[in-house]
């Protein structure tokens, strides 16, 4: 998996911490998550999407070890 | 409604981080600390053979008590990433124990055989019962889990 959250969270200025509490994860998960250790639940992007206001595809996709 | 695989209402609280942290740490050095004792009483004769009736239990107990507190008791920001971590811990732990488990008696037999003792094969029961009851309860529970999905399909 690779994602833009970073990208994204920077748009909106957020800092790890603010969305980790948006989303009701903690820190770690969304620094894991940025970093490509961990795929979150569809909760979880769902979520993330509803604080991006954008769909889960702008900014989380498949890489070429998914195919 | 929550998800099977995020169903997290056996772990303990927070603070009992903090007890498994105490036992844990606390339980070799009170070891440590009776042992020195009766070093220093004299008492050595006695501590002997109460300590090959007792002291590995007293030494588990403890310790194993320490190590539940931490594994089962839940992150002051518990969430799916770590519930998915201890589970896998958890998967991991297991598979290493069943091979330990199988193997290490297994080693110390060919080492009495190796080092021309006389022949002796290792008492493994006790210790694969624990093992096995481990996996006849986790099977049940993903069985029950299983059985839930198959019914929730009809």
Do not use: C
Request: net charge neutral; no cysteine; proline share 4%.
């Amino acid at each position: 998996m690779k994602n833009s959250i970073k990208v994204e969270r920077a748009k909106k200025d957020l800092t790890q911490e603010d969305l980790a509490q948006l989303i009701g994860v903690s820190r770690q998960t969304i620094n894991s998550i940025e970093k490509g250790k961990y795929v979150p639940s569809t909760v979880v992007s769902l979520k993330m999407s509803k604080v991006f206001g954008a769909p889960i595809n702008d900014f989380m996709g498949l890489d070429e070890n998914d195919a | 409604m929550k998800n099977l695989d995020q169903i997290e209402s056996f772990l303990l609280t927070p603070s009992y981080r903090k007890w498994g942290w105490i036992l844990l740490i606390g339980g070799i050095p009170l070891v440590l600390l009776v042992f020195t004792l009766v070093v220093m009483t004299g008492a050595m004769d006695r501590f002997s053979a109460f300590w090959s009736d007792w002291g590995l239990f007293f030494l588990h107990v403890p310790l194993s008590i320490g190590l539940f507190f931490l594994l089962f008791s839940k992150e002051k920001n518990e969430d799916e990433m770590f519930l998915a971590l201890r589970f896998k811990a958890m998967m991991h732990g297991i598979r290493f124990t069943f091979a330990a488990m199988l193997l290490f008696p297994l080693m110390a037999w060919v080492s009495t055989i190796w080092t021309g003792q006389p022949y002796h094969f290792p008492e493994v029961g006790g210790n694969l019962a624990v093992v096995t009851l481990l996996l006849l309860y986790a099977n049940a529970t993903y069985g029950y889990f299983k059985y839930q999905l198959a019914k929730d399909e009809e």
